[in-house]
């Protein structure tokens, strides 16, 4: 496997939980609006949408944030990169099946992108799970992006909760997605500000988002749903870690602790980082 691939298989079902996974992420991911009819916004105050201003989303997956930045500013053009055929294949019959139409998706090496654009924005979520060299990255970037446009990043750290089996499962899960995706996927939020500084960003900005799926909380359903869905595509990658009959007991008592203990707490911790180049 390429260091640099997201380390799960390009399966429709995971296609979909992703895509469903953005929608969730993105609700919680806002910022006060921007010139949009939206109460609130995905982009960040230093981005300013102009008409034909151009937006860049580097691991753009199924297309999820694509989509709604493109709905929320239907003046701007919003382009979706990412070097898998399938994901850009299902980001654009999505747009095609529901709109809008300012958005479209290309197949590209993002780690060094050749592409045609200068982007007024360029954006990346969770890419610290399949680069294994962050700020190399992201410098690559750096000519794509106008003098005076915006860029922004979200990563997430390990969720937290009080569940002993949810937390092993977890650290199984970062063991083998770290060792499949670099050093980077661990403590990336504690760096985000100090690699927009050593890239010469200015107007630096930080919004943390938290993501409470505790039991009782209102709307917490799809997220969990999609959460065990998403360490159910990992059951094979754990073998090598643990007998397949331990993984089966242990996801067992995780998903109960999910769906039945009226006591389960659980919270995921997000943090978006934008500069001015």
């Known amino acids: ?44 105050p230093t981005f300013h949408p102009y008409p034909g201003a151009i937006v860049l989303d580097f691991g753009c997956g199924p297309g999820g944030w694509c989509r709604a930045v493109a709905a929320e500013y239907p003046q701007i053009q919003v382009i979706g990169v990412d070097s898998s055929q399938q994901y850009i294949e299902y980001a654009a019959n ?16 993002f780690l060094n992108p050749l592409l045609a654009y200068k982007a007024d924005l360029i954006h990346a979520r969770f890419a610290s799970w399949f680069i294994s060299n962050y700020e190399a990255t992201v410098k690559n970037w750096l000519p794509l992006l106008n003098t005076g446009g915006t860029l922004l990043l979200t990563e997430g750290e390990a969720q937290h909760t009080n569940s002993a089996s949810f937390n092993r499962v977890l650290g199984l899960m970062l063991k083998t997605m770290v060792k499949a995706s670099g050093p980077d996927s661990g403590g ?19 919004v943390a988002h938290v993501i409470n799926f505790s039991a009782g909380i209102p709307g917490r359903e799809k997220f969990v749903e999609n959460f065990a869905h998403g ?16 993984i089966d007991i242990l996801f067992e008592q ?10 389960f707490m659980g919270l995921w911790y997000l943090l978006s980082v934008f500069g001015v180049k």
């Open 1 to 44: 496997m390429d260091e640099n691939q997201y380390p799960l298989l390009d399966t429709m079902p995971e296609l979909v939980r992703l895509d469903e996974q953005d929608q969730e992420v993105n609700s919680f991911t806002r910022y006060p609006a921007q010139l949009t009819d939206f109460p609130t916004s995905l982009m960040p």
């Open 94 to 109: 999505q747009a095609i099946a529901h709109g809008p139409t300012n958005v479209s998706f290309v197949v590209g090496d």
């Open 188 to 206: 990336i939020t504690l760096r985000l500000r100090s690699i927009l500084h050593r890239l010469q960003f200015h107007n630096i900005g930080e």
């Open 231 to 246: 360490v159910g595509a990992v059951k094979p990658h754990l073998l090598p870690l643990l007998a397949e009959n331990e």
């Open 254 to 263: 995780m998903l109960k602790d999910l769906y039945e203990n009226s006591q």
